[in-house]
Structures are given as C-alpha cells and as structure tokens.
C-alpha cells in the first residue's frame, strides 16, 4: 500500500533553514509528481510546491525563491528545502500523492518560525 512518511520539522528562528524529507512506498516512485502542502494554524490546506517525474518544480507564489523542492529517484524521496524561512511559514506540512484516482497524504510534519 502507498505510504508517505514526512520528517524534519522543526522550531527554527526567522531567516534560518530547514529540509523535509518524504519516504514514500507501495507504488513505483519515479513515475509519478509528487507535491508538498501544508496548513497554518486557523488556515486552509494550501499547495507548496510540485515536482514532476522529469523533476520540473513549481512553486506557490509565497516560497518562490525561498524554497527548493527535489527528489531522489534511488531513495524514494522527495525533499523540500526552505530556506530564509519567515513566522508566517509556520504550518503543518504535508507530502501529497496522486495515484491510481487516490489523493494521498503523509502525517504532516511541524514547522514552527520563530520571531
């Protein structure tokens, strides 16, 4: 079965650095775009960014320029890395899948920017 598994939240202060990480599972990886999302306190789910399978990225308008998102086709994994990251990224963020007709999600990991 599909599995999305997020790590590297954090608590980090205003202008620092962070990477997620997303190991996925239970369906053939490279074959499909992968997406991160995430939801801030109060806040609608929202779309970060997108990666395809021949690695072409988009990006919201609010991490352009600040936030890279990659994968590693050898690893099943796909990264988001943030960088210059500001109180209002805080959120829950999420790795999305879709496959089969199915919209997948991991169980979202915390990052918190301080001030």
């Known amino acids: 079965q599909v599995q999305l598994v997020e790590s590297g939240g954090g608590l980090v202060q205003a202008g620092g650095s962070l990477r997620l990480s997303c190991a996925a599972s239970?369906?053939?990886?490279?074959?499909?775009?992968m997406r991160w999302y995430r939801q801030g306190p109060g806040k609608r789910r929202e779309h970060v960014a997108t990666i395809s399978s021949s690695s072409y990225a988009n990006y919201a308008d609010p991490v352009k320029g600040r936030f890279t998102i990659s994968r590693d086709n050898a690893k099943n994994t796909v990264y988001l890395q943030m960088n210059s990251l500001k109180p209002e990224d805080t959120a829950v963020y999420y790795c999305n899948l879709w496959y089969g007709s199915l919209n997948y999600w991991g169980q979202g990991t915390q990052v918190t920017v301080s001030s």
């Open positions: 239970g369906y053939r990886f490279s074959d499909n775009a």
